[in-house]
C-alpha cells in the first residue's frame, strides 16, 4: 500500500472544471439543495468566448437553428442533443439577464445579433466582446450565496469507482505534500477539451484532454473522439501571440484572405460566403499553403485594413492585446494559418448530460456529440450554458438520497493503482517537464491536421515507450501527479489516433491525408471508445436516435 497521505473533502456533488460549464453545473447542483465542492486546474478559457448562438432575431426560430446544427454536422450530430441546445438557450439568456449581464441591443431595446460562420441569419448575443469574461462573473456573483467550497489549483488525476458507479476523484493541488481526496455522490466533468497538447493551438497548454482521459479510465465511452475543430485564422507572429485566433467572422465585414499571389481564397473555393463553415475555409486554407501559395510563415494573409474601427471592436477582443505587440488591424496586413481549437468529440452523454457510468455527468466541451464533424461558429459558447446548467441538474437529481460507501478503501486502491502504474516502468534519467515536451511533440508530429494511418501509428507505438521516460528519485504526491498528467495526456492521444484510424475517409473538420475523400458508408456512424481488456476498443456504430 502506497505511504503517500490524503487529505478528504466530502460533499454531495463534485464539479471539475470552473469554466462556464462547471459554474452553470455547480448553480444547478446548489440551488437544489446540494454541497458542492468546485476544483479547477486552471487556466479558464470561458473568458474567451465573446459571444453564443440563441434564436432571438426577426426571422429566427429554435427550429431554423436546430436546421443549421443538423447541417454542419455532416450527419454526424447527435439529434437530441442539437434539439435541447436550439430550444433551452434562450432561457439561458433569460437566466444570465436575471443575474445582471447586459447583453449589447440596439436604440429599440432588440439584441445586436453578429453572423457566425454556419448560420444562415445572425444569432450571435453579446455583451461587447467580453460576454464569457462577464458572465463568469455573473454566475460568481450568484454562486456567493452558497457555502461551496472552491480548490484550486488542483489537478485531477483519476475518478474513483465502486462497483462500476462513480464516487469521487483523486487529485493534487499544486506544490502540496499530499494528494486530495474528493468524496462525491455524483461528479460532473467541466474540465475542456483537449487542444493544448498541439504545438500550434489556440488553448493553453495545460488544457490536454483531462476529461476525457479521465472518463475513460473510469470506464465511460467516449464519441468521436477524431473530431477537432480549428480555428483558421490564427496568428503565427509573433511567437508571444503564436496560435492567439482572429475572429473569421470579419469575413462577412470586409475582410480578406489572400494567398501569396495576392488571390482572394474566399471568391476562389467558395460561391457565396454562407457556404463558409470552419472546416472548409481551414481545409481552403490548407490547400493554399501545401500547394506553395503561402505566406513567408506557412500562413497565408487576412487583410482586414479596410474593415471599420467600429466594427473591429465588435468582431475582436484582443485589439489592446495586438496593438501592444505591434499589430494594428487597421494599418497591418497578419499572417494566419488553422490552429487546433475545439474538442468536437468527447464523453458520450444524454440530453440530460448523463454519461455511460452511473455517477459520471458532463457539460460543455468535455462532452461529445453535439456539434457532429463541424461546428456552428458561437455554438461552443452557447453549449456550456445549456450543458452545464443539465449534467448539474441531473447530478443533483442522482446525488438525492444516494449513500456513499468507504471512501478511504477506494482512495487507497486507487492510489495503490497509480503508483503501480508509476513504478512498473523502465525508468531513466530525463526530467519529467522535457518527458512532456517530448510526448507533446511526438502528438503534434502523428496528429497533424492532416494526418495518415502511418503516422498515427508511428505516434501511438511512441506514445506507449514514453511514459518509460521520466525518472523519479521517490513517489510522492508530486512526482505521482508529475506522471499520472504525462500519462492521461498519452491516453487521450492514443484514443484520438484509435478513433482517427477507424474513420477511413475525410469528413468535417476531419482530414486523412490517405482517406481524402468523404465515404457515404460513414454516414450517421459515430466512433465509440471505450477501455477494454486493458487497452483501447473503438467502432463505428449506427446509433439509434
Known amino acids: 500500500m502506497s505511504d503517500i497521505k490524503y487529505t478528504v473533502t466530502e460533499s454531495d456533488v463534485l464539479v471539475i472544471g470552473a469554466g462556464l460549464a462547471g459554474l452553470r453545473a455547480a448553480y444547478e447542483a446548489a440551488r437544489r439543495g446540494c454541497s458542492v465542492t468546485v476544483v479547477s486546474k486552471g487556466p479558464r478559457c470561458s473568458a474567451e468566448i465573446s459571444g453564443f448562438n440563441a434564436p432571438l432575431g426577426s426571422g429566427d426560430s429554435a427550429t431554423l437553428f436546430y436546421e443549421d446544427i443538423q447541417r454542419s454536422g455532416c450527419s454526424l450530430n447527435d439529434p437530441q442533443l442539437g434539439k435541447k441546445l436550439a430550444l433551452d438557450i434562450s432561457e439561458e439568456v433569460c437566466l444570465l439577464e436575471s443575474l445582471g449581464l447586459e447583453f449589447q441591443k440596439d436604440a429599440e431595446g432588440r439584441y445586436d445579433l453578429l453572423q457566425p460562420l454556419g448560420c444562415r441569419v445572425p444569432r450571435l448575443v453579446h455583451a461587447g466582446t467580453d460576454t464569457g469574461l462577464l458572465a463568469e462573473r455573473c454566475l460568481l456573483r450568484a454562486l456567493a450565496d452558497y457555502p461551496i467550497v472552491w480548490q484550486e489549483p488542483v489537478t485531477i488525476l483519476a475518478l474513483m469507482t465502486d462497483g462500476g458507479t462513480v464516487c469521487g476523484a483523486i487529485g493534487h493541488k499544486a506544490k502540496s505534500k499530499d494528494l486530495a481526496v474528493y468524496s462525491a455522490k455524483a461528479v460532473v466533468m467541466a474540465a475542456g477539451g483537449c487542444s493544448g497538447m498541439f504545438s500550434l493551438s489556440t488553448y ?84 493554399e499553403i501545401y500547394a506553395g501559395n503561402g505566406s513567408p510563415h506557412h500562413g497565408v494573409f487576412y487583410d482586414l485594413t ?176 508529475a506522471f499520472v498528467q504525462m500519462e492521461n495526456v498519452c491516453q487521450t492521444a492514443s484514443v484520438i489516433a484509435a478513433a482517427a484510424q477507424t474513420r477511413k475517409e475525410s469528413r468535417g473538420v476531419f482530414n486523412r491525408s490517405d482517406f481524402p475523400q468523404t465515404n457515404s458508408c460513414y454516414d450517421n456512424k459515430n466512433t465509440i471508445t471505450e477501455a477494454k481488456n486493458d487497452g483501447i476498443a473503438c467502432a463505428l456504430i449506427r446509433r439509434n436516435y
Open 204 to 287: 493553453p497548454a495545460k488544457i490536454c484532454g483531462d476529461s476525457s482521459a479521465l472518463a475513460f479510465g473510469a470506464g465511460a465511452k467516449l464519441i468521436d473522439m477524431e473530431l477537432i475543430d480549428v480555428e483558421p485564422c490564427c496568428l503565427l507572429e509573433p511567437t508571444a501571440l503564436r496560435g492567439h485566433g482572429i475572429s473569421s467572422t470579419m469575413l462577412f465585414a470586409g475582410g480578406v484572405l489572400r494567398n501569396a499571389r495576392g488571390e482572394n481564397i474566399v471568391e476562389k473555393y467558395f460561391s457565396g460566403k454562407e457556404e463558409i463553415y470552419k472546416s472548409r475555409l481551414a481545409r481552403a486554407m490548407y490547400q
Open 306 to 481: 479596410q474593415v471599420p474601427e467600429k466594427t473591429l471592436q465588435q468582431h475582436e477582443s484582443s485589439l489592446p492585446l495586438l496593438k501592444k505587440n505591434g499589430i494594428e488591424l487597421t494599418r497591418t496586413v497578419i499572417e494566419v494559418a488553422p490552429a487546433h481549437h475545439t474538442a468536437l468529440g468527447g464523453i458520450m452523454v444524454n440530453k440530460y448530460g448523463a454519461s455511460s457510468v452511473p455517477g459520471l455527468f458532463a457539460g460543455g466541451e468535455a462532452m461529445g456529440g453535439l456539434h457532429g464533424a463541424n461546428r456552428i461558429g458561437g455554438n461552443a459558447g452557447a453549449a456550456v450554458f445549456v450543458f452545464g446548467a443539465a449534467a448539474g441538474r441531473s447530478a443533483a437529481a442522482y446525488a438525492s438520497g444516494r449513500q456513499t460507501g468507504d471512501i478511504r478503501v477506494l482512495a487507497d486502491s486507487t492510489i495503490q493503482r497509480l503508483t503501480e502504474n508509476m513504478t512498473r516502468c523502465h525508468l531513466s534519467d530525463e526530467p519529467t517537464d522535457s518527458c512532456m515536451k517530448t510526448v507533446k511533440k511526438i502528438i503534434s508530429e502523428g496528429l497533424p491536421l492532416i494526418c495518415g494511418g502511418d503516422e498515427m501509428q508511428r505516434m501511438t507505438a511512441e506514445l506507449a515507450r514514453s511514459c518509460a521516460l521520466a525518472r523519479y528519485a521517490e513517489v510522492t504526491a508530486e512526482t505521482v501527479s
